[in-house]
Every structure is written in C-alpha cells, then in structure tokens.
C-alpha cells in the first residue's frame, strides 16, 4: 500500500477519498484553488498545495500543478476522483511520466471508452449488445439523414465526446432532423471542441441501467451488480438506488455478463461503470439492453453499490493501483439490501433548476446511523460559500434498508431531517420525488420527472404561524442577553413602549409588520397581519437564524423570512469595514456618540428608525469615528451612517 497520495479534486469526493486513505494509514495532499484555501477536503488533508485561482482551468484543471505537487509532497500516486482530470488520458500519461501511480485505469483504456462512437464499435466487436444505431466515421449530413431513417424515427443524435448530459437531440420527425443535427454540432463544438455526431435508435420508456466494475492487473474482473439512475432530469442523475427495482434474475446475469465482458475487452483495471440504456416498455428482458457507455472512474452515485455489497471501492481502488489483487472473487461478492442516493443541490426547483450560489450559513444533516442506515457525503461545513466556480453540490444523502420500501422511507426522512439556509436547495424536490406514487411503486424510466415536473416542483407558501415566529425569533427576545451587555439599557428604550417590539417580516415581495409584546408568564403575544400568536420560547418549530434572515424548517422545506437588521447585516458584513450605512431609508432619531470619539466594538452610535422599525447601530469593531450623522437626518437607503478613521479600521 502507498504511504501517501495526493487527492486532485475537491469537495465530497475528494473528502471521501481521503476517509478511507486515513482508515488504510495512508497519508493525504489536497490540492486547492486560492477559493477554496479554507475547505474542507483541504482541513482534511494531513498537507495542502495550492494550485492557483479559483477557475477550474488555472487550477483543479492543471495537470502539470498537481503533478509538481505530488513530487513536492513525496506523494506516491493521485486519486483523480471524477470530473476534472479523471478521464483525461493526456493526464495519466504525464503522471506516469514523472514517476507516479494514477489511481485508475491506463490510458490505453480511458481513450478505448474516450469516444462514444469508437467505444460502440469496439464493443459491437466484444459482443456486448449496442444501441442500434450509426457509430461510423462519415458526418456528412445526407448520410446521417439516410441512417436516421434507416434506424427508425424517433432517433437521439448524441455528441461522440459528449458527457454530462450535453450535446444530444432527439429528433420525432425526419423534417426535424437538420436543425437538430445543427444544434447538437454547436452544442458539442461548444462543449468539448468536437463536432462529430453519432445517431442512435431512441429507446422508448428508457431507463438507465448501470453496472460496477472492477478490474486489477492480473487479468481478473468482477462486477458489483447494477445501479438504477433512471430518476434523471435533463440527462442528469437525480437518485440512484440498487438494485434497481424489479430486476430479474435472468437479466441481472446477462448485464453484469456483459458489463464483464466490456471491462475484459480493455483489459480494465480499477473502478469502472458500464452504462446501459434499456428499453422498459414491455418490462425488463434480458434482449433489451444495450450498451452506452462506459465511464472509466469512480461515479458520484458509488455509495450505493457500497451500501449493498459492503465493498469500500475507493479502498479497491488503492489496493488495486498498489498493485494488489481484487480483494474478493465473483462469487465472494453478494447483494444485502437496498440504497439510495439523491444529490442535493444549490438549486431552484421552482426557477426551472436554475443553479443558486450563496453562503450556507446553516447546515445540519441527519445524524449518521451506527447501523449504517444515513451515510452522508459531503465537502462543505456550515459558513462555506457555494460559489458559481464549481458544481454546485452540496451533498448526497444515501440510505440503506432491508428492502426497497425500507431503504426510501429513510432516505424520505434523510431529506426531510435536512436542514440548509443560505442558498436554495432542490430539498423539497427531492423529498417529493422519493414520495412520488411512481416512483415508490419502483416504475421508474428516464422522462418521468420531465412528465411530472410541476407536481414535483410545486412548494407550499409558509403559514402566518410560521411568519409569527420568525419574527419573534428574529427579534432575540427568546434568548438570554448576557448581563453586561451594553445593549440591554438601549433595546429597553428603543423598542419597548405600551406598543411593544416591532419587526418587519418579509416573505416573496410581501412585507408585514409584527407587533411582539412579552408576556408576564414568559411566553409572548405576536400580532401580524391582523392575528394574534401566543407563542413560548419552546414554540416547536425547526428555525436556523442568519444575517437578516430566520429560516423556518418545516419537514424538507425551509421557508426564508427576510427580517431586515442593519446589526446583524453589519456583523457580517463589516466585521473589518470602515463605513456603515443604511439598509433602508429612515430618520436618525437618536445619535450617541460624535466624530473623533474612540468607540469600542458593539457600542450602540445612533438609532435609525425605518420602516416603522428602530434599528440600533453599534460599532462592528473598536475605532475611532471619523464622522457620523446627524440627530433628525433623513437618509437614503446605502447612505453612510458612520465612518471609522482609516488608520484604525479593520
Ligand atoms: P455520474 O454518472 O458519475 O454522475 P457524470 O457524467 O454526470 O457522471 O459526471 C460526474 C461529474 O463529472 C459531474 O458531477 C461533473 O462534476 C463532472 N463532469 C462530467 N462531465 C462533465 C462535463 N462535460 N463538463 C464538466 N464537468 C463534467
Ligand atoms: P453522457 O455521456 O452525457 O452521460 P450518455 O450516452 O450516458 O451520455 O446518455 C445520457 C442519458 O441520456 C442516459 O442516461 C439516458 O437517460 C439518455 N439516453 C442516452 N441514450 C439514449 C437512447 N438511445 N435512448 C433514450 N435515451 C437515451
Ligand atoms: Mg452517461
């Protein structure tokens, strides 16, 4: 085994990588980006490099870098993860070149499988069934046009070096078929600089049907069974679970037959996926699969073979590129259970899936199960950002149960336990697609999540109880002040009178006024829109409190109340600033302090009244004031309400 790998790549899979690295006593190098100097895959690492600013291309994507790295490091071999370099056969040559082990295949391999179209013709050779369809070199649009036909309408024009989904059409109508053939060139010549197309028959109620892979280099190659990703939108993967759901036998062994025979047919070495289109019209029967792909790397959706066959296949990996032999034979390898994966997003269900960036100021995830019922995969902590760098995952949920029922009750409650503010997840979503009829009754095919998108995407609006306390909750009211907070004397004299303690609660483009007047008894009466909320500081509900903001939890769903507070905006924001200014337009009503003046942080200076709200503002840090406004102004929103001298700021 290796006493040290380098990792080049980020986030969960670099974090899961380096979690069986530790548990084999192999010691790890992370690479990063300038953005990601503060990860966690980079806390992880016994050694970090950095590799250079933050887009991929000047860093996760520079080769040459992580090679230099790994010298640097003394670091034996790279774990290339997926994404990024894991496919690149130019990259495994190099590595090899300056002396290192790439974890996976040769590069002899990943170029066989590098090109769809190469990759069909060479298993067409090896035996294994391929999607009917044209795989040859001419391009010409007469002669695609003709095979098109030929084929059988409707027919998927697919980019040879596509992936991810991109560079594909389906075409219904030979009429069609032009203007799909232009649009899949420029998508493909766009994507991976390579025009060249391939047109398949398209396969009616398609599901996607995969199967593990492993090989070593002594000629042996198993397979771990099959994974179904047929939960897919846009291409993508959505959930995965295996087995997938009503294989029989019969077709169990004829896939993973063949799946064995591709692998054998390069000579494979290390994790692999064969990916297999089926057409489920009529059920699954062992005539109606064909090959698609190959993906020669460790797939995001592997935890959930993991989970069934109790095989760690990163732990594979690296014994297989230390040279070892695979750890089991065949008939060592069983199937217990059922899994499932759902990957969550930063994400908009309801804006068309429309990627969303933001910090995650709070996180919370399902308590890891010592049976091993949750495992969660993740590279984030709360307080990380999710920048538009990088795919935005934030983390994979997968679950493990005695069946199939079992298995998606608990990744129905993993989501729902789920708790994320800051950005918008795809949470809800996801919790409505394992609750899905369909989808629970395991008749799953690829265009279904396209065929229910509304259903699956529609979200409840929040209840006035749940505004009610987002503004008590937002006021701090609940919670104890420590007693030598300077704030005490001011918050009694700004904010309670005989009308109590107001707030403005925002939701969508509404805002309301909350009225909170405490109650003798501990407990507390919020007025809004015209009702009144007795609510107690155990009011039950799941909330999570971040600048300007409280969400409230209620099962997947966390509806985000905006309740505006230059304090806390300020504390995030001004924490080494030198100006602070309004969040909204309003009248200074109180000033206490003047310019030249040394203030110490979290001194309250003025009192803005705005919106109907008095909103202290305090000194974010200590300071002199070089200027501050005037007792009476009327601002706008942005103007600067205190200026620190420079010399001190920050
Ligand atoms: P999987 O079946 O493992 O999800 P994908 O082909 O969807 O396989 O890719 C896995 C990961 O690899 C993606 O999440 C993405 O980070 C990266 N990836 C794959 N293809 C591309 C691509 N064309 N451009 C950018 N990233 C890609
Ligand atoms: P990528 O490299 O982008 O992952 P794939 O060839 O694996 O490309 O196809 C991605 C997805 O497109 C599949 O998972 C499946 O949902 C759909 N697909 C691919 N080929 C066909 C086909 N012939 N008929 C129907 N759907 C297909
Ligand atoms: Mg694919």
């Given amino acids: 085994m290796f006493a040290k790998i380098l990792i080049a790549n980020r986030g969960e899979i670099a974090c899961r990588v380096m979690r069986t690295a530790q548990r084999l006593g192999v010691s790890t190098v992370a690479v990063h980006s300038d953005a990601d100097a503060q990860a966690l895959h980079v806390r992880m690492a016994d050694q970090a490099v950095a590799i250079g600013p933050a887009p991929v291309g000047e860093s996760y994507l520079r080769g040459d870098r992580i090679i230099e790295a790994a010298v640097a490091t ?50 067409e050779k090896a035996g294994v069934p391929v999607v009917p369809g044209y795989h040859g070199e001419a391009q010409e649009i007469v002669v695609l046009a003709t095979k098109a036909r030929e084929i059988g309408y409707p027919v998927l024009i697919k980019a040879r070096a596509g992936g991810g989904g991109k560079g594909m059409r389906r075409v219904e109508d030979p009429d069609d078929f032009a203007e799909a053939l232009a649009g899949a060139r420029r998508e493909a010549k766009a994507a991976f600089g390579d025009e060249r197309v391939l047109v398949e028959k398209y396969i009616e109620k398609p599901r996607h049907i995969e199967v593990q892979v492993f090989g070593d280099n002594h000629g042996n190659a198993v397979h771990l069974f099959e994974r179904d990703c047929s939960a897919q939108r846009r291409h993508q993967k959505v959930i995965e679970e295996a087995p997938a759901p009503g294989m029989t036998d019969e077709m169990r062994a004829a896939m993973c037959e063949a799946a064995v025979k591709a692998a054998r047919a390069i000579d494979y070495s290390g994790a692999g996926t064969i990916e297999f289109i089926v057409d489920a019209s009529e059920g699954l029967r062992p005539d109606r699969f064909w090959f698609m792909e190959m993906n020669t790397r460790l797939q995001v959706e592997h935890p959930v073979t993991e989970m069934v066959t109790g095989v760690d296949l990163v732990e594979w990996q690296l014994r297989v590129a230390a040279g070892e032999r695979l750890p089991k034979r065949q008939g060592e390898i069983a199937l217990e259970g059922h899994a499932f994966e759902a990957r969550i997003y930063a994400e908009d269900p309801t804006r068309d899936f429309l ?201 997947p769903v966390g509806h985000s109340f905006a309740t505006p507070d230059p304090l806390e905006a300020a ?56 200027e501050i406004a005037a007792e009476g102004a009327q601002v706008t929103d942005g103007a600067v309400l205190v200026r620190f001298e420079e010399s001190v700021a920050g």
């Fill in 355 to 555: 990627p969303a960036t933001g910090k995650l100021h709070h996180l919370r995830f399902p308590e890891a199960i010592a049976d091993g019922t949750i495992r969660v995969e993740t590279g984030v902590r709360a307080g990380d950002r999710i920048s538009p760098f990088y795919d935005p995952m934030i983390a994979k949920l997968v679950t493990h149960g005695s069946d199939r029922a079992a298995a998606l009750a608990a990744l129905r409650a993993a989501i729902a336990e789920t708790e994320i503010a800051g950005s918008t997840t795809n949470l809800p979503f996801l919790h409505a697609l394992a609750g899905d009829e369909a989808f629970s009754s395991g008749d799953v095919d690829t265009g279904m999540i396209a065929r229910r998108q509304e259903a699956l995407t529609a979200l409840p609006a929040p209840g006035p109880r749940q505004a009610a306390v987002a503004a008590l909750e937002a006021s701090g009211l609940t919670r104890p002040r420590p007693a030598d907070d300077p704030w005490d004397t001011l918050v009694g004299y700004a904010h309670f009178g005989s009308n109590g303690f107001r707030r403005m609660v925002g939701f969508g483009n509404r805002t309301m006024e909350a009225r909170i007047v405490p109650l003798a008894d501990g407990r507390f009466t919020v007025e809004l829109g015209g009702e009144n909320f007795t609510l107690s500081p155990d009011h039950g509900e799941r909330f999570a409190l971040w600048p300007g903001h409280v969400t409230i939890f209620d099962g």
């Fill in 74 to 123: 003394g670091a034996e071999a790279i774990h290339p993860g997926y994404g990024f370099l894991s496919e690149n056969p130019d990259f495994v040559e190099q590595v090899e070149a300056a002396g290192l082990v790439f974890i996976g295949p040769s590069s002899a391999s990943i170029r066989a499988m590098g090109l769809k179209d190469a990759a069909k013709r060479l298993m």
């Fill in 571 to 626: 504390e995030d924001v001004a924490a080494g600033g030198d100006t602070l200014r309004a969040p909204m337009p309003g009248l200074v009503k109180l000033v206490r302090a003047a310019s030249g003046e040394a203030v110490k942080k979290g001194q309250p200076l003025l009192i803005l009244e705005a919106m109907k709200m008095e909103h202290t503002i305090a000194a974010p840090h200590d300071g002199i004031l070089a």
